[in-house]
């Protein structure tokens, strides 16, 4: 009778690596042979380390599958202590109204006046530094970029004073990140769009036609544009930017009442509400509409839900090497809850993970007949997030990469945190002076705002250390995490004076 252990150790080894990270996982469970056959490939082993830490490889690298494992364990070690390898310090002082890190490069503007481009280090590179002054024109209020694609696309203001009874003219200009020329991929290289006064009632004065917040993605070939207005409904344009179709121009029911927005991947989009107890919508473009499929509603409170923020990892189009596999990166929600003379009455940073949304927005497809499937808390709370309170403020965004968050820095303290919801309850890392595992419930007891005491039990290590000086805040992308020394007080936006860049191996 055939045996799979009767083969020869290269045909049982190369018939196992045509197995997922999971099969395999089982198939080393098996008997001492396939155990055996796995512990003694190198192939193998680096696949089950790849998926042990949430890693995809693209396999360009001229390393062998050996020395892609070492610096694979190495990289996970060097995160698992929070110990880099290189620091390096970068002179950045000037204000900024707009800024994005995505790939290893940072980009901030001055509202157009200058483009300060930073290629960040890495522990085999140094950092670049480019600016180009008089590169753009006209107001920039906001900007997305995919270096990747070599793009970025920048909202120009027509700068026109407001007005109850004209448009403004919006231009999107979409260039090539590397010269600013038009993209060459962009058939359009102008989308444009205008914003109308507002009429709510007859008998009430027009709302002027001005710009509001702006939150601005480029996912694949989709550019997204969302717009929470003053005193008037959001809205949500979304373009094929390679051939400058509107995907979407949407207020709807919505769009209308959200907050902020976010991506699960190129089709399928995040808005947050703050109605009732708050609540996150999954949607996606049905017909030029947004169709929610998914409603999961947050805990019960007793106060009002001022604003729900949502961030989760870019999506860049191309990555190279070594990298976190983004369909398991975590999104975190920051919700600020009341209000009083002195702001929020209580801050909380609720986690959950990428592939959890995913899995409910393919269980629940969103339709024309607009009838989302609406999870209260206690349905999908528990075992799918954690909450935690916000201590600090998240003035530099960008502060997820996969499943690493850096938390906000904290006032006159030199403590760094990042928490990773990379957890193998199977295969639990042990806490360290540095690493602490947080496997149970979290309760959180806050009268004041929740009806009820909510529990979570998402599982998280927290990672701690002190750093050798205060920060004003932290982000983090790829194999780095960035330390900021800012201030406030900037009159055009916030002014930024140094960037810290502290390097892993990878």
């Given at each position: ?227 929470q207005y003053l005193l008037r409904p959001s809205r949500l344009l979304v373009w094929n930017w390679k051939t400058g179709e509107l995907l979407t121009d949407d207020s709807g029911p919505y769009v209308a ?102 899995r409910n927005i393919h269980l629940y497809p969103p339709n024309a007949d607009d009838f989302p499937k609406r999870m209260v808390w206690s349905e999908w709370g528990l075992h799918n997030t954690r909450l ?24 006159d303290s030199t403590e760094l945190e990042v928490l990773d919801f990379n957890v193998h309850l199977s295969k639990l890392l042990p806490d360290t002076p540095v690493r602490t595992a947080f496997v149970g ?66």
């Open positions: 009778m055939f045996s799979l252990n009767s083969l020869p150790l290269e045909l049982l080894t190369e018939c196992l690596s045509y197995l997922d990270p999971c099969s395999l996982t089982i198939c080393r469970l098996i008997c001492k042979a396939l155990r055996h056959a796995v512990d003694t490939s190198i192939l193998l082993k680096y696949k089950l380390a790849l998926h042990f830490d949430n890693a995809i490889d693209t396999c360009e690298s001229k390393q062998t599958t050996s020395e892609r494992y070492k610096r694979l364990v190495a990289s996970r070690e060097a995160w698992g202590r929070l110990e880099w390898e290189k620091e390096t310090t970068t002179p950045a002082r000037g204000d900024c109204s707009a800024y994005e890190v995505v790939s290893g490069q940072f980009v901030k503007i001055l509202w157009g006046q200058e483009l300060y481009v930073l290629t960040l280090p890495t522990v085999d590179s140094e950092a670049h530094l480019e600016i180009r002054s008089d590169c753009l024109t006209g107001l920039i209020k906001d900007f997305a970029m995919d270096p990747s694609q070599d793009i970025i696309a920048y909202l120009e203001d027509d700068a026109s004073p407001p007005s109850s009874t004209q448009e403004r003219r919006m231009s999107m200009h979409l260039r090539s990140l590397s010269d600013l020329r038009p993209h060459p991929e962009a058939s359009c290289p102008t989308l444009l769009f205008m914003i109308t006064p507002h009429i709510p009632h007859h008998f009430i004065p027009p709302v002027r036609n001005v710009l509001g917040v702006v939150t601005m993605h480029i996912v694949g070939d989709v550019l997204a544009l969302f717009i009442g959200s907050c902020h927005f976010g991506y699960i991947d190129a089709q399928t989009f995040i808005l947050t509400e703050i109605a009732e107890v708050g609540s996150v919508h999954i949607v996606k473009i049905i017909d030029g509409r947004v169709r929610s499929g998914v409603v999961l509603h947050f805990p019960p409170v007793k106060v009002s839900t001022e604003c729900i923020t949502t961030h989760s990892s870019a999506l860049p189009s191309k990555v190279t090497g070594i990298s976190a596999n983004q369909e398991r990166r975590i999104h975190a929600f920051t919700i600020d809850y009341g209000s009083d003379d002195e702001g929020h009455l209580a801050s909380y940073c609720l986690f959950v993970h990428n592939d959890y949304l995913l935690l309170p916000l201590a600090g403020t998240f003035y530099w965004m960008r502060y997820v990469f996969g499943q690493k968050v850096v938390c906000p820095a904290i006032e419930d979290s309760i959180v007891e806050d009268d004041e705002v929740f009806e009820s005491p909510v529990h979570t039990n998402l599982p998280f290590y927290s990672l701690k250390r002190r750093m050798p000086k205060i920060y004003t805040g932290y982000m983090i992308d790829e194999q780095r995490i960035i330390g900021l020394k800012s201030t406030d007080n900037a009159g055009d936006g916030l002014e930024l004076d140094t960037i810290e860049v502290f390097c892993f191996p990878v």
